[in-house]
């Protein structure tokens, strides 16, 4: 592959800094201010990222028709019906219910009259990026819904030419007492029967609904299973008493029995959320009525709404289209998939950077909670439309012969099942996204104490393991037909048990992602209080639960190679996981003597990692022995990404092709889900392949909601959140890859994509630059002493 290195460009404009100015009028009406002065780093965020808005220019014909909204802790599904209401589905982030499903917190119905939302009347709903919010202009009236970036509150703005009726409401639906599918105990595998759980309290001009768990968890029964009962003592339980809900209130509206109203031209609404555990409710009353009581200043509250989204837009950006695209075709998008569920945009490259920016929105909308986002649908489950009801709890039949599906419903039910959980996260350290891969962090690292005392009960040995669903109560109920690995003799793996018996390559990963924080972010008190103690955990277990062969090495046996693989000595991903963990920790010299020293001690154990000959070339195999082939992952490439020791950077990029191009699964379900062949190819340096499996990736839409960067169902859930994690690390490792103290800048990217980005490294390095008609046209990197770390690619140009 040809080199090329580009000088720096030393006329690069420095940032604008942030200053928002707004005017300050009497008598301007909630739209004009909203859309008032901005300041120029305001402006260059709106120019870079409104190319990116999902537009929609009809009301939604039902509740599948919502559009995302959310701050970090607080989310909402908006939609207005045709001939209908607005509506906002509202959800938390730690809404749990007695057995760790998040549940929607309420729902907002807010009613106009005249109706601007008649069939016939101009209509515009807009997701503007730049400003975290909804805007629709519908007839005459302007509306603008937000949820404050820096408080738990939502706003819905309406303004008016003349004189309207608003009326605003909470609506409640029967609630489910689980969602789960496939769990341990035969309770867990049937629909439960729908309870009433919603309270409403009228007080004063305000209205509060909210769902309590009460004196009720499925954490003691957890304890009792695995034999942990004493860390009742020490671990809280996540769920009894578990309060949330809302509070609604407006400084425009009164109330009138059991609803807001009143009449005008400009509104403002609030809806304020609370979680906190609660053995009283009137705690949690007291709590959101003192919420509420805080004087709201909206135009210093949009202001630093504003803020932070400028702030959050400026600190990276991919910004891509095909150069060879006709120019009135280049990032023109449909607001809405066709009804095969396939976009048709010709500008796949356009198609790839909206999809890569649309997921960093929801994932800014709802990784600022104390919980981690859920791999399916996160915050932003909804009622989808369905042709069965097969799978589906209460769901309910439309006139057509379709369904709607329940508001608390959602497939794979309340597991965070890791292998699909990771790949929301790994992207946003290149997005310098630290602030909210925390929750992320924090679930496993709460929960070690727990994962601790349950390998000691199970296993007798020390150390931690964390398969594939770890629940918030640090159990298992979701991770196969008994909720424990299975206690095999080595020699012994008939491939009994189920996906997940003797899957423990999860804590591997776990502090393959903490080491790449640290080494973003140079954290060192993460490094010394999380990072060793976690790792130091994880690693015990794999030196005390393992054998040695009869040259010292560790022998993994039971073993399987992820889900795929079900009889596997030595695999892949485990090997590698091993080998990278150790050689990060070990030269960042991180813990202490004692720790080094067992590191050391434990590093020469590790095997090699398992290698095939194909053809007469050689490949990275799945294990040193493997069959029973039960799954789809690509296990054999797990030492390229994401532990990260084969590659273009280091040489093997030819392995890693031939592994490729004899893979176990190639492009499974379509290119979608959790698959990461295109992420993969990067790493190969195919820019050919890497690009046209992300377009593939990101044509596919589902046809059971009407937002077009949802996923599709199958086999995970709709809204499919790690199908667009996995591509935007893909898009991400296009632009570049490190390895070996050197910095790949367009190790596979096509010549016809122009690209505008900037990205974060490891040691706090910032890299940007801009690719015009397949030309590097300047770069920069920030620190500039890195600048001789960079090895410059040139764009792959493709017959």
């Not at 001009?205 to 299973?225: C, F, I, R």
């Not at 424990?484 to 003797?502: A, I, M, R």
């Not at 010299?589 to 154990?605: C, H, K, L, P």
């Not at 596919?700 to 790690?722: H, I, K, N, V």
């Amino acid at each position: 592959m040809r080199l090329k290195v580009i000088q720096l460009n030393q006329n690069r404009a420095s940032e604008v800094m942030f200053s928002c100015i707004l005017i300050m009028v009497i008598g301007f009406s909630i739209s004009l201010f909203m859309s008032g002065c901005a300041a120029p780093a305001e402006n260059e965020v709106q120019k870079r990222m409104e190319r990116y808005n999902v537009i929609w220019n009809t009301p939604s014909k039902d509740p599948s028709g919502v559009m995302p909204l959310g701050n970090g802790d607080i989310a909402a599904g908006v939609y207005a019906i045709e001939n209908g209401d607005l509506y906002l589905l509202l959800a938390k982030n730690d809404a749990y219910n007695w057995r760790g499903d998040i549940y929607k917190t309420g729902r907002i119905r807010v009613s106009l009259d005249p109706n601007p939302f008649q069939s016939g009347k101009p209509f515009r709903q807009t997701l503007d990026l730049a400003t975290g919010s909804i805007k629709i202009e519908a007839g005459d009236v302007e509306i603008r819904i937000w949820a404050d970036a820096n408080r738990p509150v939502y706003h819905i703005d309406i303004d008016s030419p003349s004189e309207i009726t608003v009326k605003a409401k909470p609506e409640l639906w029967e609630r489910l007492q689980g969602g789960v599918f496939f769990g341990m105990r035969e309770e867990d595998r049937v629909p439960a029967k729908p309870e009433e759980i919603e309270n409403v309290i009228y007080r004063g001009q305000n209205v509060l609904w909210y769902y309590t768990v009460g004196d009720k968890s499925a954490y003691p029964e957890d304890l009792e299973y695995y034999d942990v009962v004493h860390m009742a003592e020490k671990f809280e339980d996540p769920f009894r008493f578990n309060t949330f809900g809302n509070l609604l209130t407006s400084p425009d509206l009164i109330r009138n029995k059991n609803s807001l109203e009143g009449k005008g031209r400009s509104f403002n609404i609030h809806i304020h959320a609370r979680t906190m555990k609660a053995p009283e409710v009137d705690a949690w009353i007291e709590a959101i009525e003192g919420q509420a009581a805080r004087t709201i200043n909206i135009r210093q509250d949009w202001q630093d709404h504003l803020k932070w989204w400028s702030n959050f837009w400026n600190r990276s950006w991919i910004i891509a289209s095909d150069n060879t695209v006709a120019p009135e075709f280049r990032e023109k998008f449909e607001g809405e998939p066709t009804l095969d569920g396939n976009r048709k945009e010709p500008d796949g490259a356009a198609l790839v950077a909206q999809s890569y920016n649309v997921f960093r929105f929801l994932m800014a909308c709802q990784s600022r909670g104390e919980i981690q986002a859920k791999f399916n649908g996160g915050l932003f489950t909804q009622q989808l439309r369905v042709s069965s009801p097969e799978r589906r709890l209460m769901p309910t039949k439309q006139e057509d012969g379709t369904w709607l599906t329940h508001e608390d419903d959602r497939l794979w039910g309340r597991r965070f099942t890791f292998q699909n959980q990771r790949l929301l996260y790994w992207p946003l350290l290149r997005s310098g996204d630290f602030d909210m891969i925390q929750p992320f962090f924090n679930y496993y690292w709460h929960l070690l104490p727990m994962r601790k005392a349950i390998t000691k009960a199970w296993f007798g040995h020390s150390g931690a393991y964390y398969r594939e669903n770890i629940e918030p109560t640090g159990a298992e109920r979701d991770c196969g037909r008994t909720g424990k690995p299975l206690k095999v003799k080595p020699g012994e793996n008939k491939g009994q048990g189920y996906y997940h018996s003797f899957y423990f390559t999860s804590g591997l990963e776990i502090v393959a992602m903490m080491i790449d924080y640290v080494l973003h972010t140079n954290d060192k008190a993460f490094r010394e209080d999380v990072l060793v103690p976690f790792s130091r955990e994880v690693l015990l277990f794999f030196d005390e639960h393992y054998q040695r062969d009869d040259n010292g090495k560790l022998r993994l046996d039971p073993a399987m190679v992820l889900e795929a693989y079900w009889i596997a000595i030595n695999p892949a991903p485990d090997v590698a996981g091993l080998r990278y963990a150790l050689d990060q920790l070990l030269a960042m010299e991180a813990g202490t003597s004692q720790d080094r020293v067992i590191w050391n001690r434990f590093r020469n154990e590790i095997p090699e990692i398992p290698m095939q000959v194909i053809d007469g070339r050689l490949a990275i195999a799945p294990a040193d022995k493997w069959e029973m082939k039960r799954n789809a992952e690509n296990g054999e490439l797990y030492p390229v990404f994401p532990f990260r020791l084969f590659g273009l950077g280091f040489g093997t990029e030819d392995i890693v092709d031939w592994t490729m191009k004899y893979r176990s699964n190639k492009n499974a379900f379509g290119h979608r889900c959790w698959t990461q062949d295109q992420i993969h190819w990067a790493y190969a340096g195919n820019a050919a392949e890497a690009a046209d499996g992300l377009v593939h990736r990101f044509r596919a839409a589902s046809t059971q909601c009407r937002f077009p960067l949802y996923g599709r169902e199958g086999p995970d859930s709709c809204p499919d959140l790690d199908h667009f994690g996995s591509g935007s690390i893909a898009l991400q490792r296009m632009l570049v890859q490190e390895a070996n103290g050197k910095i790949l800048l367009l190790p596979a990217w096509p010549a016809n994509w122009d690209v505008d980005f900037r990205q974060h490294l490891t040691g706090g390095a910032v890299i940007s630059g801009i690719v015009k008609d397949g030309e590097l046209v300047s770069w920069d990197i920030d620190p500039v002493s890195r600048r001789n770390d960079v090895i410059v690619y040139e764009p792959q140009r493709t017959p």
